[in-house]
């Protein structure tokens, strides 16, 4: 009931107020005005323009590992997925 009763004072109320006058564009474009007044042409100088500096590039040599480095890095990975396995309670269907 209270429901209904704040729905019809909702359109009351709207219902009251004056909508705003509506114009077409054809409306204000006929009441705008256009005042021609002469442009003055800008002046135009000309940009100064220096020369690119061309820097050398340095490339350095790759460092290349040795068997030892990979395999240690190989293992740390390994020991990292196996120690996270293990770590777990329990190993079921929903690990």
Known sequence: MVGVAFGIGVIFIGRRAKPAPRTTIAQ??????????????????????????VEELVVEEPVTRS?????????GALAGAVG???GRSGVDQST
């Open 84 to 86: 996270s396995v293990l």
């Open 28 to 53: 204000e474009r006929s009441t705008t005005t256009v005042v021609d007044t002469p442009v003055e042409a800008p002046v135009v100088t000309e940009p100064v323009i220096a020369e690119p500096v």
């Open 67 to 75: 068997v030892r480095d990979r395999l240690s890095k190989a293992r």
